[in-house]
């Protein structure tokens, strides 16, 4: 089992950064990815950026050039840095982990707002 809790969220005006974390605990040595995801009302849940155990980085079209997606194994925390936000950022994100058994363990999500 995995745990997840993210933090970091806030109300922010159009321009400004913030940084997420996600901190991971218990059997954290079976975690293979971890991704930042967000869903904005009436909205489907999207994947905003991604980071594999290999190393390798996804980041969505929506945000890439904004967003870093960055991790620290001997903290169990991924981070999302997000720089020039807009409002079409708003929405709540969530952190979610996929372990080498195939499962998935997800937080319970920060609300991000992005003021005009």
């Known amino acids: 089992q995995v745990q997840i809790v993210e933090s970091g969220g806030g109300v922010v005006q159009t321009g400004e950064s913030l940084i997420l974390s996600c901190v991971a605990s218990?059997?954290?040595?079976?975690?293979?990815?971890m991704g930042w995801y967000r869903q904005a009302p009436g909205n489907q849940r999207e994947l905003v950026a991604k980071m594999f155990r290999s190393g390798a980085i996804y980041y969505s079209s929506s945000i890439a050039g904004r967003f870093t997606i960055s991790r620290d194994n001997a903290k169990n925390t991924t981070y999302l840095q997000m720089n020039g936000l807009k409002p079409e950022d708003t929405a709540v994100y969530y952190c979610?982990?996929?372990?080498?058994?195939?499962?998935?363990?997800w937080g319970q999500g920060t609300q991000v707002t992005v003021s005009s």
């Open positions: 218990g059997d954290t040595s079976t975690i293979n990815d």
């Open positions: 979610a982990a996929q372990t080498l058994p195939g499962n998935e363990y």
